[in-house]
């Protein structure tokens, strides 16, 4: 296949991304709707393997539609010189695999624990009932990475569906010879058998499909080659995996926690000296090694949770990924607050304000009606009875004018911004996403109260710590609004300082600090020099920059920044005292 081919009609081949020995990843060009895609096409079409495998992605991701996931959008096959070639049509990430960024260094971990909840995210959403899909390839090559942070799950390809039939006897026929299917007790000595004479399959670079990153980067071992029937990649199989054994979502959670345990430790649970073999007789009987004991920086909390991922036993795993999530988060909410000491970095941005009738025509209208005349008055000193005021207009309007209906509209727009303000985050963050597709169908994707509901959608993300989201959110959304707006309107300028907010948040200084540099100005020349909001990016931009290393430069901007935030919002304003604090640190 060559540039310029174009299969079915519809798909343009525009440059080779990646080539390995079951198939090629183009760069396409979809010519019906307009849009640059990734091609996957089977290179040996008379092996019915192959066919089946690339079949069984397609249908795999297909039931996927999740931010964390890459999307298929087509799957067919076409005529090409002469012969039926298969392909898959997905979206085009611009991204690394997982493999190149280790191999690099391990990263903060801040970071590490980001991605990790992204993935999580992933794997609730493929095993979601109605979905159940187990992914049973989960390793650093099928994990992509952004340069904003945002992590995509690929490959598919021997995907199966929660509930199929699988496995066979005890010893299954694709199981090298001496590994038992039992696992023996524990502390149980185990000799290492030989290993096997086969030889290895080549791995597959093109599984890395979905990247425009430069060449494709070799597996540690085979993908669905090398050990016998095996499905999976020795380092990140889990024991029932190895021995062919029923699997089910936990099985994608332990090769979670072998991801895990190689980003905050440097390398996976069991390395076997590079024998395959060796690895999985040590996933079925070794116990991996504490964390800790290879990074003595990672906290208690975390150490067990990976050690709970790494479980011989299934059923001592933890009970979902949502449950990982979760875990997840609290270890990185621990690890800011001990990382911060007070500091702006974890510090929200203000709570937004709460609605008034100068946002909304309807706003007055519609308190009084279902909370009296008095209702503004007696609401001001009783959030919580203000919050259920706003439901029951909500609920009523929606039953009796429908979604989309005006009022409905405003009802439904104050009673997440009253839950904001009040500090219910994830509740608020429900009431937006229910929101918004409601605002685009009636308002346009354009509309400024469609904006204004994505903008808070994101800082409700980031006030929730999770901060990756809401890097995804506003970075869709600024160019569209810079455009419409400009660069310097107070909506597209609020934005802007909640994306630095953001990505300072995950980690990512040096890009929190280029973008400081672009937006301090427009701050100053559109609210003013003494403008807190101005005044706050200053101080974001001296923190980040003594995050990235520049230390020097950091207490020059401190020192500049001081007697203007003093002049300006008084010595006793908050953010006077944490410039204060931020510069003491820094000088000591």
């Given at each position: 296949m060559k540039p310029g081919v174009v299969l079915d009609g519809r798909y343009q081949m525009v440059r080779l991304l990646g080539k390995g020995s079951m198939g090629a990843v183009w760069q396409g060009n979809d010519l019906k709707l307009h849009r640059s895609v990734?091609?996957?096409?089977?290179?040996?079409?008379?092996?019915?393997?192959?066919?089946?495998?690339?079949?069984?992605?397609?249908?795999?991701?297909?039931?996927?539609?999740?931010?964390?996931?890459?999307?298929?959008?087509?799957?067919?096959?076409?005529?090409?010189?002469?012969?039926?070639?298969?392909?898959?049509?997905?979206?085009?990430?611009?991204?690394?695999?997982?493999?190149?960024?280790?191999?690099?260094?391990?990263?903060?971990?801040?970071?590490?624990?980001?991605?990790?909840?992204?993935?999580?995210?992933?794997?609730?959403?493929a095993h979601a009932p109605g979905v159940g899909v187990v992914h049973r390839d989960l390793k650093p090559d099928n994990v992509l990475i952004t340069g904003d942070g945002l992590v995509k799950l690929v490959d598919f390809g021997i995907a199966r569906f929660i509930g199929e039939q699988q496995g066979g006897p005890d010893i299954a026929p694709g199981i090298p010879p001496?590994?038992?299917?039992?696992?023996?007790?524990?502390?149980?000595?185990?000799?290492?058998?030989?290993?096997?004479?086969?030889?290895?399959?080549?791995?597959?670079?093109?599984?890395?499909?979905?990247?425009?990153?430069?060449?494709?980067?070799r597996d540690d071992y085979g993908g669905l080659g090398g050990l016998g029937s095996l499905s999976g990649t020795p380092a990140y199989m889990a024991p029932e995996q190895c021995l062919s054994k029923p699997v089910d979502h936990r099985t994608d959670l332990y090769a979670l926690g072998c991801l895990l345990f190689e980003m905050v430790t440097g390398g996976p649970p069991f390395d076997g000296e590079g024998s395959p073999l060796a690895v999985a007789v040590a996933h079925v009987h070794d116990l991996p090694p504490a964390p800790r004991t290879r990074n003595d920086t990672l906290s208690a909390e975390l150490d067990a949770l990976i050690l709970e991922l790494l479980?011989?036993?299934?059923?001592?795993?933890?009970?979902?990924?949502?449950?990982?999530?979760?875990?997840?988060?609290?270890?990185?909410?621990?690890?800011?607050?001990?990382?911060?000491?007070?500091?702006?970095?974890?510090r929200p941005l203000p709570n937004p304000r709460p609605p008034t009738a100068e946002d909304d025509p309807n706003y007055s209208a519609i308190m009084r009606r279902y909370g009296g005349p008095d209702a503004a008055e007696a609401a001001r000193h009783h959030p919580a009875e203000l919050i259920?005021?706003?439901?029951?207009?909500?609920?009523?309007?929606?039953?009796?004018l429908g979604n989309h209906h005006e009022q409905t509209l405003s009802a439904r727009r104050a009673l997440?911004?009253?839950?904001?303000?009040?500090?219910?985050?994830?509740?608020?963050?429900?009431?937006?996403?229910?929101?918004?597709?409601?605002?685009?169908?009636?308002?346009?994707?354009f509309h400024r109260t469609t904006f204004t509901a994505q903008r808070l959608l994101a800082w409700h993300f980031g006030a929730a710590d999770r901060p990756a989201e809401a890097v995804r959110l506003l970075l869709e959304l600024i160019p569209d609004?810079?455009?419409?707006?400009?660069?310097?309107?107070?909506?597209?300028?609020?934005?802007?300082?909640?994306?630095?907010?953001?990505?300072?948040?995950?980690?990512?200084?040096?890009?929190?600090?280029?973008l400081l540099g672009r937006l301090v100005p427009d701050l100053t020349e559109a609210l003013g020099r003494d403008h807190e909001h101005t005044l706050e990016a200053r101080r974001?931009?001296?923190?980040?920059?003594?995050?990235?290393?520049?230390?020097?430069?950091?207490?020059?901007?401190?020192?500049?920044?001081?007697?203007?935030?003093?002049?300006?919002?008084?010595?006793?304003?908050?953010?006077?005292?944490?410039?204060?604090?931020?510069?003491?640190r820094y000088t000591r």
């Open positions: 990734a091609v996957k096409v089977v290179l040996d079409h008379t092996d019915p393997g192959l066919i089946e495998r690339m079949g069984r992605e397609a249908i795999a991701a297909g039931r996927l539609s999740h931010p964390h996931i890459v999307t298929v959008h087509d799957y067919g096959q076409a005529a090409y010189e002469g012969v039926t070639v298969a392909y898959i049509v997905m979206e085009l990430v611009d991204g690394r695999p997982l493999t190149g960024v280790l191999a690099e260094g391990m990263p903060q971990l801040s970071v590490a624990l980001d991605w990790a909840r992204q993935i999580a995210l992933a794997l609730g959403a001496g590994i038992p299917a039992q696992l023996p007790p524990a502390g149980t000595p185990t000799a290492r058998p030989p290993e096997p004479a086969a030889s290895l399959d080549p791995p597959d670079p093109a599984d890395r499909y979905a990247t425009r990153a430069g060449g494709a980067q479980a011989k036993d299934p059923e001592a795993r933890p009970a979902d990924a949502a449950a990982v999530y979760r875990r997840l988060g609290a270890i990185a909410t621990e690890l800011h607050g001990a990382a911060s000491a007070g500091a702006f970095s974890r259920r005021l706003w439901w029951a207009a909500a609920a009523d309007l929606t039953d009796t997440a911004r009253h839950v904001g303000a009040a500090g219910d985050h994830a509740l608020a963050i429900s009431l937006w996403q229910e929101l918004i597709p409601d605002l685009q169908y009636t308002f346009g994707h609004a810079t455009r419409l707006l400009g660069r310097r309107h107070p909506d597209v300028l609020e934005a802007r300082r909640f994306l630095v907010w953001n990505i300072g948040a995950l980690g990512r200084h040096p890009r929190a600090v280029r974001m931009l001296a923190w980040n920059t003594e995050k990235s290393g520049h230390h020097v430069r950091a207490i020059g901007l401190l020192r500049e920044l001081l007697p203007d935030v003093t002049r300006a919002l008084g010595a006793g304003h908050e953010q006077c005292v944490e410039a204060r604090w931020l510069l003491a």
